[in-house]
Protein backbone atom coordinates (compact mmCIF):
# COMPACT_ATOMS: atom_id res chain seq x y z
CA UNK A 1 0.00 0.00 0.00
CA UNK A 2 1.49 3.52 -0.89
CA UNK A 3 2.37 5.73 2.14
CA UNK A 4 -0.83 8.12 0.67
CA UNK A 5 -3.28 5.39 0.76
CA UNK A 6 -2.05 4.53 4.45
CA UNK A 7 -2.63 7.83 5.84
CA UNK A 8 -6.24 8.24 4.00
CA UNK A 9 -6.70 4.87 6.32
CA UNK A 10 -5.30 6.56 9.39
CA UNK A 11 -7.94 9.34 8.30
CA UNK A 12 -10.74 7.30 8.23
CA UNK A 13 -9.58 5.61 11.16
CA UNK A 14 -9.28 8.32 12.87
CA UNK A 15 -12.68 9.93 11.93
CA UNK A 16 -14.29 6.58 12.73
CA UNK A 17 -12.53 6.77 16.13
CA UNK A 18 -14.14 10.11 16.77
CA UNK A 19 -17.43 8.84 15.71
CA UNK A 20 -17.15 6.11 18.27
CA UNK A 21 -16.33 8.58 21.17
CA UNK A 22 -18.97 10.71 20.24
CA UNK A 23 -21.78 7.62 20.00
CA UNK A 24 -20.11 6.57 23.36
CA UNK A 25 -21.15 10.06 24.94
CA UNK A 26 -24.20 10.61 23.58
CA UNK A 27 -25.53 6.87 25.14
CA UNK A 28 -23.87 8.44 28.48
CA UNK A 29 -25.90 11.58 28.03
CA UNK A 30 -28.81 9.86 27.75
CA UNK A 31 -28.35 8.21 30.60
CA UNK A 32 -27.20 10.44 32.99
CA UNK A 33 -30.35 12.54 31.54
CA UNK A 34 -32.67 9.46 32.90
CA UNK A 35 -31.28 8.46 35.85
CA UNK A 36 -29.93 11.75 37.20
CA UNK A 37 -26.81 10.25 37.04
CA UNK A 38 -23.80 12.71 37.89
CA UNK A 39 -21.17 10.19 37.54
CA UNK A 40 -22.11 9.42 33.99
CA UNK A 41 -22.02 13.15 33.26
CA UNK A 42 -18.50 13.61 34.98
CA UNK A 43 -17.96 10.79 32.24
CA UNK A 44 -18.89 12.16 28.82
CA UNK A 45 -17.13 15.58 29.82
CA UNK A 46 -13.79 13.37 30.17
CA UNK A 47 -14.34 12.31 26.72
CA UNK A 48 -14.96 15.17 25.32
CA UNK A 49 -11.23 15.67 25.99
CA UNK A 50 -10.23 12.93 23.65
CA UNK A 51 -12.67 14.43 20.76
CA UNK A 52 -10.35 17.70 21.26
CA UNK A 53 -7.35 15.98 20.93
CA UNK A 54 -8.25 13.62 17.61
CA UNK A 55 -9.70 17.17 16.20
CA UNK A 56 -6.39 18.78 16.24
CA UNK A 57 -4.90 15.41 15.23
CA UNK A 58 -6.97 14.74 12.12
CA UNK A 59 -6.91 18.48 11.42
CA UNK A 60 -3.25 18.48 10.73
CA UNK A 61 -3.48 15.02 9.03
CA UNK A 62 -5.37 16.93 6.45
CA UNK A 63 -3.46 19.68 5.92
CA UNK A 64 -0.30 17.64 5.42
CA UNK A 65 -2.09 15.56 2.85
CA UNK A 66 -3.48 18.72 0.97
CA UNK A 67 0.69 20.25 1.00
CA UNK A 68 2.08 17.08 0.37
CA UNK A 69 0.53 14.81 -2.07
CA UNK A 70 -2.03 17.32 -4.21
CA UNK A 71 -4.95 15.16 -3.91
CA UNK A 72 -7.35 14.94 -6.51
CA UNK A 73 -11.10 13.37 -6.85
CA UNK A 74 -12.20 11.27 -4.69
CA UNK A 75 -8.92 11.85 -2.41
CA UNK A 76 -9.25 15.26 -2.28
CA UNK A 77 -13.28 15.20 -1.54
CA UNK A 78 -12.83 12.68 1.09
CA UNK A 79 -10.12 15.05 2.58
CA UNK A 80 -11.99 18.03 2.13
CA UNK A 81 -15.10 16.86 3.49
CA UNK A 82 -13.24 15.32 6.76
CA UNK A 83 -11.80 18.75 6.98
CA UNK A 84 -15.94 19.92 7.84
CA UNK A 85 -16.70 15.99 9.29
CA UNK A 86 -13.82 16.04 12.21
CA UNK A 87 -15.25 19.73 13.81
CA UNK A 88 -19.12 18.29 13.18
CA UNK A 89 -18.04 15.28 15.31
CA UNK A 90 -16.56 17.95 17.79
CA UNK A 91 -19.53 19.90 18.12
CA UNK A 92 -21.31 16.54 18.91
CA UNK A 93 -19.14 16.90 22.14
CA UNK A 94 -19.34 19.66 23.11
CA UNK A 95 -23.42 19.58 22.91
CA UNK A 96 -23.34 16.46 25.35
CA UNK A 97 -21.48 18.11 27.52
CA UNK A 98 -23.77 20.88 27.83
CA UNK A 99 -26.77 18.74 28.32
CA UNK A 100 -24.75 16.47 30.92
CA UNK A 101 -24.31 19.63 32.63
CA UNK A 102 -28.14 20.28 33.41
CA UNK A 103 -28.75 16.93 34.13
CA UNK A 104 -28.25 17.89 37.66
CA UNK A 105 -31.18 20.85 37.16
CA UNK A 106 -34.27 18.96 35.44
CA UNK A 107 -35.41 16.44 38.11
CA UNK A 108 -38.00 15.72 39.36
CA UNK A 109 -39.44 15.14 35.84
CA UNK A 110 -41.85 18.06 34.79
CA UNK A 111 -42.90 16.10 31.06
CA UNK A 112 -45.09 13.73 30.83
CA UNK A 113 -44.65 10.96 28.91
CA UNK A 114 -41.25 9.63 26.72
CA UNK A 115 -40.78 12.73 24.12
CA UNK A 116 -37.50 14.07 25.84
CA UNK A 117 -36.20 10.19 25.75
CA UNK A 118 -37.67 9.91 21.95
CA UNK A 119 -35.61 12.96 21.19
CA UNK A 120 -32.67 11.64 22.41
CA UNK A 121 -33.13 8.75 20.46
CA UNK A 122 -33.72 9.91 17.71
CA UNK A 123 -30.59 12.08 17.97
CA UNK A 124 -28.44 8.95 18.88
CA UNK A 125 -29.94 7.07 15.57
CA UNK A 126 -29.27 9.91 13.06
CA UNK A 127 -25.41 10.21 14.40
CA UNK A 128 -25.22 6.45 14.17
CA UNK A 129 -26.64 6.33 11.02
CA UNK A 130 -24.96 9.06 9.28
CA UNK A 131 -21.35 7.53 10.50
CA UNK A 132 -22.91 3.78 9.04
CA UNK A 133 -23.25 6.07 6.00
CA UNK A 134 -19.50 7.62 6.29
CA UNK A 135 -17.84 3.73 6.86
CA UNK A 136 -20.07 2.00 4.18
CA UNK A 137 -19.99 4.40 1.43
CA UNK A 138 -23.81 4.17 1.74
CA UNK A 139 -25.73 6.76 -0.84
CA UNK A 140 -29.56 6.21 0.51
CA UNK A 141 -28.37 5.57 3.72
CA UNK A 142 -27.37 9.33 3.91
CA UNK A 143 -30.24 10.55 2.19
CA UNK A 144 -32.14 8.69 5.07
CA UNK A 145 -30.33 11.15 7.43
CA UNK A 146 -30.95 14.63 6.29
CA UNK A 147 -34.82 13.25 5.82
CA UNK A 148 -34.79 12.32 9.56
CA UNK A 149 -33.59 15.42 10.30
CA UNK A 150 -37.07 16.99 9.60
CA UNK A 151 -38.85 14.63 12.74
CA UNK A 152 -36.50 15.74 15.22
CA UNK A 153 -37.52 19.41 14.59
CA UNK A 154 -40.76 18.33 14.73
CA UNK A 155 -40.53 16.81 17.82
CA UNK A 156 -38.17 19.59 19.00
CA UNK A 157 -41.45 21.97 18.39
CA UNK A 158 -43.88 19.93 20.41
CA UNK A 159 -41.63 19.78 23.41
CA UNK A 160 -40.83 23.62 23.32
CA UNK A 161 -44.67 24.29 23.30
CA UNK A 162 -45.25 21.80 26.06
CA UNK A 163 -42.30 23.91 28.00
CA UNK A 164 -43.79 27.02 27.67
CA UNK A 165 -47.16 25.89 28.43
CA UNK A 166 -45.68 24.17 31.65
CA UNK A 167 -44.17 27.28 32.87
CA UNK A 168 -47.37 29.24 32.35
CA UNK A 169 -49.37 27.11 34.27
CA UNK A 170 -46.64 26.71 37.14
CA UNK A 171 -44.58 29.61 37.65
CA UNK A 172 -42.17 26.57 39.89
CA UNK A 173 -41.14 24.70 37.02
CA UNK A 174 -39.95 27.70 35.34
CA UNK A 175 -36.05 26.47 36.49
CA UNK A 176 -36.36 23.38 35.42
CA UNK A 177 -38.28 23.99 31.93
CA UNK A 178 -35.61 27.00 30.81
CA UNK A 179 -32.69 23.65 31.25
CA UNK A 180 -34.78 21.37 29.47
CA UNK A 181 -35.42 24.16 26.99
CA UNK A 182 -31.91 23.99 26.24
CA UNK A 183 -31.20 20.74 26.66
CA UNK A 184 -33.89 19.96 23.58
CA UNK A 185 -32.05 22.81 22.04
CA UNK A 186 -28.85 20.69 22.22
CA UNK A 187 -30.30 17.65 21.25
CA UNK A 188 -31.74 19.37 18.06
CA UNK A 189 -28.06 20.90 17.09
CA UNK A 190 -26.66 17.06 17.49
CA UNK A 191 -29.51 16.23 14.63
CA UNK A 192 -28.19 19.33 12.99
CA UNK A 193 -24.50 17.74 12.61
CA UNK A 194 -25.90 14.04 12.25
CA UNK A 195 -26.92 15.99 8.66
CA UNK A 196 -24.21 17.92 7.98
CA UNK A 197 -22.32 14.46 8.08
CA UNK A 198 -24.82 12.93 6.02
CA UNK A 199 -24.37 16.09 3.44
CA UNK A 200 -20.54 15.41 3.43
CA UNK A 201 -20.91 11.87 2.86
CA UNK A 202 -22.84 12.71 -0.17
CA UNK A 203 -20.37 15.06 -1.35
CA UNK A 204 -17.40 12.56 -1.39
CA UNK A 205 -19.73 9.64 -3.07
CA UNK A 206 -21.33 11.87 -5.57
CA UNK A 207 -19.21 14.68 -5.76
CA UNK A 208 -21.74 17.44 -5.75
CA UNK A 209 -22.76 19.20 -2.73
CA UNK A 210 -25.84 18.34 -1.17
CA UNK A 211 -26.43 21.19 1.16
CA UNK A 212 -29.19 24.21 0.34
CA UNK A 213 -31.32 22.00 -2.16
CA UNK A 214 -33.18 25.23 -2.95
CA UNK A 215 -30.24 26.65 -4.26
CA UNK A 216 -29.88 23.83 -7.19
CA UNK A 217 -29.64 25.53 -10.34
CA UNK A 218 -28.68 28.90 -9.16
CA UNK A 219 -25.14 28.52 -8.59
CA UNK A 220 -23.04 32.02 -7.53
CA UNK A 221 -21.07 33.37 -10.72
CA UNK B 1 -11.33 28.36 -13.90
CA UNK B 2 -14.32 27.65 -15.92
CA UNK B 3 -18.09 27.83 -14.03
CA UNK B 4 -19.54 24.60 -14.98
CA UNK B 5 -22.97 26.47 -14.72
CA UNK B 6 -22.23 29.03 -17.30
CA UNK B 7 -21.99 27.89 -20.59
CA UNK B 8 -19.19 28.09 -22.92
CA UNK B 9 -19.07 31.79 -24.89
CA UNK B 10 -15.76 31.16 -26.91
CA UNK B 11 -16.13 29.82 -30.44
CA UNK B 12 -14.73 26.33 -31.40
CA UNK B 13 -10.91 26.82 -32.71
CA UNK B 14 -9.85 23.11 -33.27
CA UNK B 15 -12.40 20.76 -34.19
CA UNK B 16 -10.92 17.01 -34.36
CA UNK B 17 -13.53 14.71 -35.76
CA UNK B 18 -13.31 10.61 -36.27
CA UNK B 19 -9.09 11.06 -36.63
CA UNK B 20 -6.84 8.21 -36.87
CA UNK B 21 -3.21 8.46 -37.05
CA UNK B 22 -0.78 5.64 -38.37
CA UNK B 23 2.54 5.05 -38.46
CA UNK B 24 3.24 2.56 -41.34
CA UNK B 25 1.31 -0.71 -40.43
CA UNK B 26 0.55 0.75 -36.60
CA UNK B 27 -2.03 2.85 -35.33
CA UNK B 28 -1.09 5.10 -33.03
CA UNK B 29 -4.33 7.33 -32.63
CA UNK B 30 -7.98 5.84 -32.67
CA UNK B 31 -10.96 7.61 -33.40
CA UNK B 32 -10.19 10.84 -31.47
CA UNK B 33 -12.80 13.68 -31.19
CA UNK B 34 -12.96 16.96 -29.81
CA UNK B 35 -13.44 20.52 -29.86
CA UNK B 36 -10.76 22.73 -28.83
CA UNK B 37 -12.12 26.16 -27.67
CA UNK B 38 -10.29 30.18 -28.91
CA UNK B 39 -9.18 31.67 -25.84
CA UNK B 40 -9.12 29.15 -23.31
CA UNK B 41 -6.15 26.37 -22.41
CA UNK B 42 -6.38 22.91 -23.16
CA UNK B 43 -4.34 20.35 -21.29
CA UNK B 44 -4.17 16.33 -22.96
CA UNK B 45 -2.79 14.01 -20.09
CA UNK B 46 -1.97 11.02 -20.19
CA UNK B 47 0.63 8.15 -19.40
CA UNK B 48 3.96 8.17 -21.58
CA UNK B 49 3.31 6.65 -25.07
CA UNK B 50 -0.89 7.79 -24.68
CA UNK B 51 -0.30 9.48 -28.11
CA UNK B 52 -0.90 12.77 -26.42
CA UNK B 53 2.62 14.63 -28.58
CA UNK B 54 1.71 12.81 -31.39
CA UNK B 55 -1.89 14.29 -31.47
CA UNK B 56 -0.38 18.11 -30.94
CA UNK B 57 2.10 17.54 -33.72
CA UNK B 58 -0.72 16.73 -35.91
CA UNK B 59 -1.99 20.54 -35.83
CA UNK B 60 0.97 21.65 -37.20
CA UNK B 61 1.68 19.00 -39.90
CA UNK B 62 4.71 18.66 -38.25
CA UNK B 63 4.07 14.78 -38.75
CA UNK B 64 4.68 15.44 -42.93
CA UNK B 65 8.22 15.16 -42.56
CA UNK B 66 7.76 11.29 -42.55
CA UNK B 67 6.58 9.45 -45.70
CA UNK B 68 5.26 6.64 -43.16
CA UNK B 69 2.62 8.64 -41.82
CA UNK B 70 -1.02 8.66 -42.56
CA UNK B 71 -4.28 10.68 -40.94
CA UNK B 72 -7.70 10.18 -41.56
CA UNK B 73 -10.61 12.09 -40.43
CA UNK B 74 -10.97 15.76 -39.83
CA UNK B 75 -8.96 18.56 -38.14
CA UNK B 76 -10.78 21.88 -38.85
CA UNK B 77 -9.42 25.40 -37.89
CA UNK B 78 -12.07 27.69 -38.19
CA UNK B 79 -14.22 25.50 -39.94
CA UNK B 80 -11.08 24.53 -43.16
CA UNK B 81 -9.23 21.36 -42.90
CA UNK B 82 -5.87 21.65 -42.13
CA UNK B 83 -4.54 18.71 -44.54
CA UNK B 84 -7.43 18.49 -46.97
CA UNK B 85 -8.38 22.16 -47.29
CA UNK B 86 -5.37 23.81 -49.15
CA UNK B 87 -3.37 25.26 -46.77
CA UNK B 88 0.09 25.88 -47.08
CA UNK B 89 2.18 24.18 -44.63
CA UNK B 90 4.45 27.31 -43.68
CA UNK B 91 1.80 29.21 -43.29
CA UNK B 92 0.26 26.83 -41.23
CA UNK B 93 2.74 26.79 -39.01
CA UNK B 94 2.71 30.39 -38.37
CA UNK B 95 -1.15 30.46 -37.34
CA UNK B 96 -0.45 27.31 -35.19
CA UNK B 97 3.12 27.85 -33.22
CA UNK B 98 5.05 25.39 -31.22
CA UNK B 99 6.78 25.22 -28.12
CA UNK B 100 9.15 22.19 -27.23
CA UNK B 101 9.97 20.19 -24.21
CA UNK B 102 13.57 21.16 -24.23
CA UNK B 103 14.03 25.14 -25.08
CA UNK B 104 15.47 24.79 -28.11
CA UNK B 105 16.97 28.27 -29.28
CA UNK B 106 19.12 29.40 -32.30
CA UNK B 107 22.89 29.42 -31.82
CA UNK B 108 22.29 33.08 -32.63
CA UNK B 109 21.43 36.45 -30.79
CA UNK B 110 18.48 36.79 -28.73
CA UNK B 111 17.42 39.61 -30.87
CA UNK B 112 17.91 37.41 -34.41
CA UNK B 113 16.23 34.65 -32.83
CA UNK B 114 12.88 36.30 -32.48
CA UNK B 115 13.65 38.13 -35.17
CA UNK B 116 13.47 34.98 -37.48
CA UNK B 117 10.58 33.91 -37.64
CA UNK B 118 9.01 37.77 -39.05
CA UNK B 119 12.20 37.96 -41.63
CA UNK B 120 11.01 34.44 -43.21
CA UNK B 121 7.61 36.27 -43.92
CA UNK B 122 9.83 39.23 -45.34
CA UNK B 123 9.88 41.72 -42.54
CA UNK B 124 12.88 43.61 -43.69
CA UNK B 125 12.21 47.44 -42.02
CA UNK B 126 14.56 47.36 -39.26
CA UNK B 127 12.27 49.58 -37.23
CA UNK B 128 9.10 47.57 -37.81
CA UNK B 129 11.40 44.07 -36.90
CA UNK B 130 12.46 46.22 -33.54
CA UNK B 131 9.00 46.59 -32.69
CA UNK B 132 8.12 42.72 -33.53
CA UNK B 133 11.02 41.66 -31.49
CA UNK B 134 9.84 43.89 -28.23
CA UNK B 135 6.44 43.41 -28.51
CA UNK B 136 7.04 39.59 -28.89
CA UNK B 137 9.67 39.59 -25.37
CA UNK B 138 7.07 41.84 -23.84
CA UNK B 139 4.52 39.23 -24.36
CA UNK B 140 6.62 36.34 -23.27
CA UNK B 141 7.62 38.29 -20.16
CA UNK B 142 11.18 38.43 -21.06
CA UNK B 143 11.93 42.63 -22.43
CA UNK B 144 13.00 43.65 -19.21
CA UNK B 145 15.81 40.66 -18.31
CA UNK B 146 17.06 40.82 -21.91
CA UNK B 147 16.10 44.81 -23.05
CA UNK B 148 20.19 45.23 -22.49
CA UNK B 149 21.72 42.60 -24.12
CA UNK B 150 19.90 41.18 -27.29
CA UNK B 151 23.04 41.26 -29.10
CA UNK B 152 24.14 38.29 -26.62
CA UNK B 153 24.21 35.08 -27.59
CA UNK B 154 20.63 33.01 -26.60
CA UNK B 155 22.48 30.10 -25.25
CA UNK B 156 23.81 31.81 -22.92
CA UNK B 157 20.59 32.31 -20.89
CA UNK B 158 19.32 29.96 -18.27
CA UNK B 159 16.68 27.17 -19.09
CA UNK B 160 14.06 29.55 -18.59
CA UNK B 161 14.32 32.20 -20.17
CA UNK B 162 15.08 30.27 -23.08
CA UNK B 163 12.05 28.48 -23.02
CA UNK B 164 9.91 31.92 -22.56
CA UNK B 165 12.48 32.93 -25.74
CA UNK B 166 10.78 29.93 -27.61
CA UNK B 167 7.80 31.15 -26.49
CA UNK B 168 8.63 34.74 -27.87
CA UNK B 169 9.93 33.24 -31.02
CA UNK B 170 6.79 31.51 -31.37
CA UNK B 171 4.45 34.80 -30.46
CA UNK B 172 6.51 36.94 -33.21
CA UNK B 173 4.78 35.38 -36.55
CA UNK B 174 1.17 36.30 -34.37
CA UNK B 175 -0.13 32.67 -34.19
CA UNK B 176 -2.99 32.08 -33.43
CA UNK B 177 -2.93 28.92 -31.77
CA UNK B 178 -0.05 27.47 -29.53
CA UNK B 179 0.53 24.27 -29.11
CA UNK B 180 3.11 24.00 -25.90
CA UNK B 181 4.61 20.02 -25.63
CA UNK B 182 5.80 19.82 -22.08
CA UNK B 183 7.08 22.99 -21.98
CA UNK B 184 7.96 22.65 -18.29
CA UNK B 185 9.52 19.39 -17.44
CA UNK B 186 13.22 20.86 -18.01
CA UNK B 187 12.35 23.90 -15.90
CA UNK B 188 12.98 24.75 -12.03
CA UNK B 189 9.42 25.47 -10.52
CA UNK B 190 10.29 29.29 -10.52
CA UNK B 191 10.90 29.07 -14.25
CA UNK B 192 7.80 26.68 -14.43
CA UNK B 193 5.37 29.13 -12.27
CA UNK B 194 6.02 32.03 -15.03
CA UNK B 195 5.72 30.15 -17.78
CA UNK B 196 2.02 29.26 -16.54
CA UNK B 197 1.71 32.54 -15.48
CA UNK B 198 2.87 33.82 -19.01
CA UNK B 199 0.31 30.52 -20.41
CA UNK B 200 -2.55 32.55 -18.31
CA UNK B 201 -2.11 35.93 -19.89
CA UNK B 202 -1.64 34.64 -23.28
CA UNK B 203 -4.94 32.57 -23.70
CA UNK B 204 -6.47 36.01 -23.22
CA UNK B 205 -5.66 36.59 -27.37
CA UNK B 206 -4.40 32.47 -28.45
CA UNK B 207 -5.74 29.04 -28.14
CA UNK B 208 -3.18 27.11 -26.19
CA UNK B 209 -3.20 23.46 -26.25
CA UNK B 210 -0.60 21.84 -23.84
CA UNK B 211 0.45 18.48 -23.48
CA UNK B 212 2.02 17.77 -19.69
CA UNK B 213 2.96 14.96 -17.66
CA UNK B 214 2.22 17.22 -14.91
CA UNK B 215 -0.77 16.90 -13.56
CA UNK B 216 -0.70 19.43 -11.28
CA UNK B 217 0.00 21.84 -13.93
CA UNK B 218 -2.62 20.51 -15.97
CA UNK B 219 -5.16 21.62 -13.22
CA UNK B 220 -3.12 25.10 -12.60
CA UNK B 221 -3.19 26.59 -15.84
CA UNK B 222 -5.68 24.73 -17.93
CA UNK B 223 -9.53 25.18 -18.88
CA UNK B 224 -10.11 21.75 -20.22
CA UNK B 225 -8.67 18.38 -19.84
CA UNK B 226 -8.56 15.78 -22.09
CA UNK B 227 -7.02 12.27 -20.60
CA UNK B 228 -5.65 10.00 -23.32
CA UNK B 229 -4.89 6.53 -22.86
CA UNK B 230 -3.66 3.93 -25.31
CA UNK B 231 -4.45 6.29 -28.19
CA UNK B 232 -8.09 6.89 -27.08
CA UNK B 233 -9.44 9.43 -25.50
CA UNK B 234 -11.03 8.16 -22.38
CA UNK B 235 -12.35 11.74 -21.35
CA UNK B 236 -12.55 15.16 -21.90
CA UNK B 237 -14.05 18.19 -19.62
CA UNK B 238 -13.91 20.97 -17.87
CA UNK B 239 -10.44 21.15 -15.87
CA UNK B 240 -12.32 21.84 -12.35
CA UNK B 241 -14.71 18.51 -13.39
CA UNK B 242 -11.82 16.19 -14.36
CA UNK B 243 -10.01 17.10 -10.83
CA UNK B 244 -12.32 16.98 -8.85
CA UNK B 245 -14.84 14.66 -10.58
CA UNK B 246 -14.51 13.03 -13.18
CA UNK B 247 -16.91 10.15 -15.13
CA UNK B 248 -14.57 7.47 -16.30
CA UNK B 249 -13.08 5.19 -13.25
CA UNK B 250 -9.60 5.31 -15.70
CA UNK B 251 -9.42 9.30 -15.24
CA UNK B 252 -10.09 8.71 -11.88
CA UNK B 253 -7.50 6.29 -11.46
CA UNK B 254 -4.91 7.92 -13.66
CA UNK B 255 -5.34 11.47 -11.60
CA UNK B 256 -5.07 9.68 -7.86
CA UNK B 257 -2.00 7.68 -9.22
CA UNK B 258 -3.61 4.60 -9.13
CA UNK B 259 -3.55 3.86 -12.37
CA UNK B 260 -2.21 0.14 -13.93
Known amino acids: MRSF ?17 AEEMIELTIQALAERASAKAEQVQALDRQLDEWE ?41 CNIARRTAFVHPPILAGDSLEQLGARTRS ?29 LYGQIYRELLRLMLADPLCIERASHLILVIKNWERIADQA ?7 LYILEGRSAKHPYLRGNAVE | MLNPQIPETKPVKLAVRGMNFWYGEKKILHDLSMDIHAERAT ?23 SSQVRVTGDMLMDGVDINRGGIDQVDLRRRVGMVFQKPNPFPRSIYENVAFGPRLFGVRDRATLDDLVEDALRKAA ?23 LCIARALAVHPEVLLMDEPCSALDPIATSKIEELIFELKDSLTIVIVTHNMQQAARVSDYTAFFWLGKMVEMDLTERIFTTPRERMTEDYITGRFG
Open chain 1, 56 to 96: LKLDQLCIDLLALHAPAARDLRLIASSLKIVPELERVGDHC
Open chain 1, 5 to 21: DTELKNLRDGIMAMAGI
Open chain 2, 142 to 164: LWDEVKDRLKDSATGMSGGQQQR
Open chain 1, 195 to 201: TNIAEEV
Open chain 1, 126 to 154: MIRRAVDAFVGHDAPLAHAVIQSDDEVDE
Open chain 2, 43 to 65: AIIGPSGCGKSTFLKCFNRIHEV
